[in-house]
């Protein structure tokens, strides 16, 4: 008979709120804690549990399958939370991948918001692009608000971090590279998105975007925008690129 | 001589944290002031500047340029925005719209979160598209941070806000209609996007998209997406519906 590993609790002193020098991170929600189950289970510590959580049964067998303890602890998941109507989270080590070199890749250079970092997280799962770099420094893509902006969606990606766009490019030289500026030389559009074996799509910070060397660098590319718009929301033009070199 | 009208500061207990039924409302941050300013300046009750604002001469000539009376207020500032780092609010009256009858429209249906709302118009004017209905219940396009979230883009708009997605109908009932749905029939691709003279693209909520009766109001379109995410985010939804058919 396979025994639950339901946690003592004696270890619960240990876990704080989060600290990006830490080696663990959480979860906060159901949703995002299933993914973390369902994609990364051998990372997992534990699941906490609140008591008044709706759907028990569901997450404690998903548990026992993975041979996860999880431990009810309501003080501790708001403790972590600050907000109220979270009534899961779930612990885990964090943990460092390698992209795909046979794979297309988006390129983060320097991005600074946590919440737009998961979006995009989430966004380049849902146009298939599974491989990402993040050029430091960069927004961490452990912070539970990162995690809780992606739905999940980081658990399921091989995510890099590099010192400089260098570094990641001396690793990856294969790969067709366009990068997204507001004085992009080739406009994109429908009927025209360049065609690529391999491809890296690069996108700058969401406050200054890519600096001029990056117009070298390959094929510059500019979304057509209005000029009543200082520039699209990064994430937006995460989405418009993905979704143009994925279904092109 | 043109006179500055610059406030006596008597007025300034009438100032207050934001409500929604209130006929007032405030930018905060100088960007999202300057695009109120130039875009509605009959609605500029007045600017409040913060003593230790870098760019002042500037705000105060557009302010003059538009007989806009400012007001040195750092104590009133720092109430209504509960952050640092802002140093300029604009006061403005709450305003209503018409929407245009022969060009493109989004229609939001219940949008429920307001960053997400002022994302989806700081991207609606980017893609060229001024005309937005809103269908209620939804989230507050006069928030403060709505406003923050869509960088200042809301005062180019014509939006407007319906008891239901019928009574928008029933106003405009020659535009062709798109309803975008994870159950859609028409997959979106960049080589095949709808071709139409005048149209609506109709997004539902974050949590719930539309319900199924919106399969038959038009045609129903998907976005093709992985099956490892749940469902895009809106604004990535309405990012690329919007990109596509102002492109295609």
Do not use: W
Request: aromatic content about 12%.
């Amino acid at each position: 008979m396979k025994q639950d590993r339901i946690s003592s609790g004696n270890q619960e002193q240990q876990i704080k709120a989060y600290k990006k020098d830490a080696d663990y991170s959480y979860t906060l929600g159901a949703f995002p804690t299933y993914e973390l189950i369902k994609s990364m289970p051998n990372q997992v510590r534990k699941v906490l549990l609140d008591t008044s959580f709706t759907d028990q049964e569901h997450l404690k067998s998903l548990c026992r399958e993975y041979q996860i303890p999880f431990e009810y602890n309501n003080k501790l998941i708001t403790k972590l939370s600050d907000k109220e109507n979270c009534y899961v989270a779930g612990i885990f080590e964090k943990y460092s991948c390698t992209m795909s070199a046979d794979k297309p890749h988006i390129v983060l250079v320097n991005p600074s918001n946590m919440g737009n970092l998961g979006t995009i997280l989430r966004t380049a799962v849902g146009f298939g692009i599974y491989d990402i770099a993040i050029i430091l420094p960069g927004a961490d893509i452990f912070n539970p608000k990162t995690i809780r902006g992606s739905m999940g969606a980081l658990f399921k990606l091989n995510i890099h971090l590099y010192e400089s766009y260098e570094e990641y490019r001396s690793e990856f030289p294969k790969h067709e590279v366009f990068t997204f500026m507001l004085n992009g030389e080739k406009t994109l559009t429908l009927q025209d998105c360049p065609k690529a074996e391999l491809f890296a799509l690069v996108f700058g910070n969401e406050a200054t975007g890519l600096n001029d060397s990056f117009l070298t660098a390959g094929t510059s590319i500019f979304i057509p925008q209005s000029p009543d718009v200082d520039s699209l929301n990064l994430t937006i033009a995460v989405g418009i690129g993905a979704y143009a070199f994925m279904n092109r």
